[in-house]
């Protein structure tokens, strides 16, 4: 089936009620059949229902649907597009071992992998995604992931997909896409060989800046590269905190499987049944959204190319831009609603964020309200100068996430602001 009728349909089957809709399952716990049906639950002999912050049916439609468009085996929802980027290194990563991430990643993955995940004994070591060669390098015995941007944001990179996974395939590393600027309308990392896909579902999957909320999709048949692989000891050998189950040995999807029995039972991340709800929704016309993002995108990259005083414009949909070949290579139907433009200084900078009317000031990206931000000032601002010039954040750059407004309201809007 093609991605706009997975979109409407997939995961959902009716219930007893008949309902069109997905209905919000709004409740923390399920009532068991009897003893003997808990138990088996717990044991995993049988599947189902037990604590919402394990599972919900709810969340369960998002996390089928959202897996269908990716391609994938089964994915996971999780409170944040953060939680689901930690599960996905914490599910494979333990004191003393690395994980390799790319330097042009969102802020928040900056610091996460660089300080957070630092304290916790496990190295970051950082690659250029222009320069997937690099990887060699950096891989030995105890590196556990691979992490980088489909579109990385805010220097809206597309890396060159084959490289790297022909890199990680050679180590037996797990590759993982954050896939949240592209979607997988746009993208599909597991198609491309990557292993794990992670999402911000906060942005383009209600597409109206509603909710924030997390996915983790793994690949179909991801067993075949973990089971047996020293890599990942702690999924070939019994888990002592489940009755010592070995979920390579499972006839279950293991990536999302293990992230929800140990990491969500544990450390808690789970989505709420009504954001899961509004995910849904969201999702429905979400192939039809990222066309017209995309469109629009390329018209005001187009337009501001031709403008005085703009340096450099960053959109992978240009022809001058480096990453077209790639963005030809590996993006299908548009390269989506981001990009950027370089001006001469901050205070430059910062007078057109304050001039526009329509593009408003906010530190979110894919929403049908276009959205400017300043990111040396906002959300890169905990970044060293030298994490600037690494994620490619120079003073003068503003980030445009546009939106679905008309695009000639956009461009004048954008052409007034440059103008003052
Ligand atoms: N990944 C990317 C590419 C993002 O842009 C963001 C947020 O802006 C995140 C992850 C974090 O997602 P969340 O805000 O849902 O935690």
Aim: hydrophobic share 40%.
């Amino acid at each position: 089936m093609k991605d706009q009728t997975l979109a409407i349909h997939a995961g959902y089957e009716r219930d007893e009620t008949g309902a069109m809709a997905v209905p919000i399952y709004q409740t923390t716990a399920y009532e068991f059949r009897d003893a003997d049906h808990a138990a088996n639950l717990f044991a995993l002999k049988e599947l189902g229902n037990i604590y919402t912050r394990l599972m919900n049916p709810t969340t369960d439609v998002f996390e089928k649907r959202f897996a269908a468009l990716e391609g994938g085996a089964a994915g996971l929802g999780t409170a944040s597009g953060m939680s689901a980027i930690f599960y996905a290194i914490a599910n494979v990563a333990e004191a003393g071992d690395n994980i390799i991430v790319a330097k042009q990643v969102y802020g928040g993955t900056t610091t996460l992998t660089g300080h957070t995940i630092k304290r916790f004994g496990i190295e970051t070591r950082y690659f250029d995604v222009k320069n997937p060669s690099q990887l060699e390098a950096l891989i030995d015995a105890k590196s556990k992931l691979i992490l980088f941007e489909s579109i990385t944001n805010p220097s809206i990179d597309v890396p060159d997909f084959d490289a790297i996974v022909k890199i990680a395939d050679a180590h037996g590393v797990l590759t993982c896409v954050d896939n949240t600027v592209a979607t997988p309308i746009l993208c599909k990392p597991l198609a491309l060989g990557c292993d794990i896909v992670v999402h911000s579902a906060s942005k383009y999957t209600t597409g109206q800046g509603l909710a924030i909320g997390g996915m983790i999709v793994e690949r179909e048949n991801l067993v075949q590269k973990i089971k047996g692989n020293p890599r990942y000891a702690h999924f070939n050998e019994p888990d002592a905190s489940y009755h010592g189950l070995i979920y390579s040995d499972l006839p279950l999807p293991l990536f999302t499987l293990r992230a929800r029995l140990a990491l969500l039972r544990d450390l808690g991340a789970a989505p709420s049944p009504f954001n899961s709800w509004l995910y849904i929704q969201g999702i429905e016309t979400l192939p039809l959204r990222m066309k017209q993002h995309s469109a629009s995108a390329q018209e005001i990259a187009e337009f501001l190319e031709k403008q005085p005083g703009v340096i450099k414009v960053n959109y992978p949909g240009l022809s001058s831009d480096a990453n077209h070949p790639n963005a030809q290579k590996y993006l299908h139907g548009g390269c989506s609603g981001l990009l950027s433009f370089e001006v001469e200084n901050m205070e430059i900078a910062k007078k057109i964020a304050n001039s526009t009317k329509i593009f408003k000031i906010v530190v979110n990206i894919g929403d049908s309200k276009s959205i400017i931000t300043h990111p040396a000032s906002t959300t890169h601002q905990q970044l060293s100068a030298q994490e600037l010039i690494d994620a490619g954040v120079p003073a003068g750059l503003i980030r445009l996430s546009v939106g679905l407004e008309e695009s000639s309201d956009l461009i004048a809007d954008l052409k007034q602001a440059l103008e003052r």
